[in-house]
């Protein structure tokens, strides 16, 4: 179970250090997140911003997403609810050798309180809702642009410019797209940027044309 104890012990995290960050910058997370996940990341993002060590944990955690990633054992074996104390231990000392982040005292300390909060199955959550909390500390707004294939390069960048003049992306902001492949929209896309969404699929299309089709008159 997450405690107060728990978000202590993140936050005390090199500790010893603390004292020569940047103590004019704000640890606090710039958006609030919910969920269990959310609340680790929020902690985690307070811990590496009191040690002015924010991008250095968020490389740390990319090359930890890719580990797991690349091998879906290790995700089983962390959502196990069956897994032992002395199992922990040895999977989490693994897991930051592969991903080279051993030395990481904040990532090590991070991985060893989700071990004894049984959290280990949230490490992947977790580190989605660390990268959100990057987007928005580096005044990023995140547009996701699904296709049924992958988008050419100059198709892309005229998307980027169009989606980066409109009035869905804010003075200051900077635009962060993702190309996200779903062959079941058939063609056309889908763009969401914050909370908007333009559906301009084909199996949209499709589904609203059988829809008039099929209505009685």
């Known amino acids: 179970m997450f405690t107060a104890r728990s978000v202590a012990r993140i936050a005390r995290s090199g500790a010893r250090n603390y004292a020569a960050a940047a103590v004019n910058k704000s640890i606090k997370p710039p958006v609030a997140l919910f969920g269990v996940d959310g609340t680790y990341a929020s902690a985690l993002y307070t811990a590496s ?14 090359s930890l997403k890719a580990t797991l990633e690349k091998d879906p054992k290790l995700n089983r074996i962390l959502a196990s609810p069956t897994l032992k104390a002395e199992d922990k231990k040895l999977v989490v000392s693994e897991i930051l050798k592969a991903s080279g982040a051993a030395q990481d005292k904040t990532i090590k300390n ?48 005229r998307l980027e410019t169009a ?16 190309n996200k492949i779903d062959p079941t929209i058939l063609g056309g896309l889908v763009v969401e940027v914050g909370d908007r969404t333009i559906d301009l699929s084909i199996s949209t299309k499709l589904a609203k044309l059988n829809k008039m089709l099929t209505d009685p008159l």
């Open 110 to 157: 991070f991985l060893e309180v989700l071990a004894e909060n049984n959290r280990l199955a949230l490490v992947q959550g977790i580190i989605e809702k660390y990268e959100v909390l990057m987007s928005a500390y580096r005044g990023e707004v995140e547009a996701v642009i699904t296709s049924a294939q992958v988008l050419d390069s100059k198709i892309l960048s």
């Open 163 to 178: 989606i980066s003049k409109s009035p869905l992306i804010g003075a200051g902001k900077k635009l962060k797209t993702t």
């Open 49 to 62: 911003a009191k040690l002015n060590a924010l991008d250095s944990t968020d490389k740390a955690l990319k």
